[in-house]
C-alpha cells in the first residue's frame, strides 16, 4: 500500500493490474476516516454517548465495507470500488427517501416520550447504527448481484421468461 507516493500506484492502474485485494485496504481506511470525520458532533458539548457513537460508526464503516468486498467475491471478485461508488450512490439515494420521513417520524415520537433530546443519546445511537449496518447489508446484496455468476443467472432467467 502506498501513502505518499501516487506514480507507481497510477502506473498499475492505468495498466489495470490493481487487484481489489490491493484496493481493499484504501477503501477501507477512506470509509474508516470518513465516518471519523462525520460522526464528530457538530456542537461544542460532547457527552458520553458521543464517544461510543463514533467509535461504533467508525466500526460499522469498515466492517461494512469488508462485508460488501465479501459479497463483491472477496479475493476473486472485480471492480470493488466502482461498484461500491456507483451502486452507493443510488443506495444511498433511496435511502434517504425512506428513511428521511420515516426517521423524522421515529424521532418525533421519540422526542415526545424523552427518549432522544438536545444531546445524544443511546436511542441516537442505536437508530443510526442500525441504519448504517443496513446500508452496507443493501449495498453488498446490489454488488452480489453483480458477479457474473449471478449476472449468468439472471440473463439465463430472462431468456427463459422467468422474469
Known amino acids: 500500500m502506498y501513502w505518499v507516493r501516487y506514480q507507481p500506484l497510477k502506473e498499475r492502474l492505468s495498466k489495470r493490474v490493481v487487484s481489489d485485494r490491493e484496493a481493499l485496504p484504501y477503501l477501507l481506511f477512506f470509509s474508516g476516516l470518513e465516518a471519523f470525520a462525520f460522526s464528530i458532533p457538530a456542537s461544542s458539548v460532547m457527552n458520553r454517548w458521543d464517544i461510543v457513537s ?50 423524522g417520524l421515529v424521532y418525533a415520537v421519540a422526542y415526545y416520550y424523552g427518549v432522544t433530546g438536545d444531546q445524544t443519546t443511546l436511542f441516537d445511537i442505536i437508530f443510526f447504527n442500525v441504519i448504517s449496518a443496513f446500508y452496507y447489508e443493501r449495498l453488498g446484496k446490489h454488488i452480489s448481484d453483480t458477479n457474473e455468476r449471478n449476472g449468468e443467472e439472471a440473463i439465463t432467467a430472462v431468456a427463459q421468461g422467468e422474469c
Not at 59 to 88: C, E, H, M, P, T
Open 54 to 103: 463514533t467509535i461504533l460508526y467508525v466500526l460499522i464503516a469498515i466492517s461494512g465495507v469488508f462485508y460488501v468486498y465479501r459479497r463483491n467475491g472477496g479475493s476473486d471478485g472485480y471492480d470493488i470500488i466502482q461498484k461500491f461508488f456507483v451502486l452507493g450512490w443510488i443506495v444511498a439515494i433511496r435511502f434517504m427517501i425512506v428513511t428521511l420521513p420515516v426517521g
